[in-house]
Nanobody, 126 residues
Framework: QVQLVESGGGLVQAAASLRLSCVAS????????MGWFRQAPGKEREFVAA?????????SYADSVKGRFTISRDNPKNTVYLQMNSLKPEDTAIYYC??????????????????WGRGTQVTVSS
């Protein structure tokens, strides 16, 4: 099975930047759509961003992060990134990486993804 490991979270002040990374195991990474989701305490898991299986492929973003976050992937490194700029306190959450095989599209729904990482905490102070 596919294993996903997120890293790069931390505690930062509002307006700071972070870059999250997600490294996938296996040899089929280039065929997966990849997504980032987040879950704050007491909240539902919500979609953040997604990218299809092409290097430099199509991307999709939640309205709340458009213009601030950028998703990208490096298929030879089996890695997907989430560059987060202009962070706000409401961005505080555990951020999860997810993968879906046959990844031509960029799904927005958690149920459309098969594999999940354990998450990395992002905390943004006021």
């Amino acid at each position: 099975q596919v294993q996903l490991v997120e890293s790069g979270g931390g505690l930062v002040q509002a307006a700071a930047s972070l870059r999250l990374s997600c490294v996938a195991s296996g040899r089929a990474f280039s065929t997966y759509a990849m997504g980032w989701f987040r879950q704050a305490p007491g909240k539902e898991r919500e979609f953040v961003a997604a990218i299809n299986f092409y290097s430099g492929g199509s991307t999709s973003y939640a309205d709340s992060v458009k213009g601030r976050f950028t998703i990208s992937r490096d298929n030879p490194k089996n890695t997907v990134y989430l560059q987060m700029n202009s962070l706000k306190p409401e961005d505080t959450a555990i951020y999860y990486c997810a993968a879906r095989s046959a990844g031509y599209y960029t799904p927005h729904t958690a149920g459309e993804y098969t594999y999940w990482g354990r998450g990395t905490q992002v905390t943004v102070s006021s």
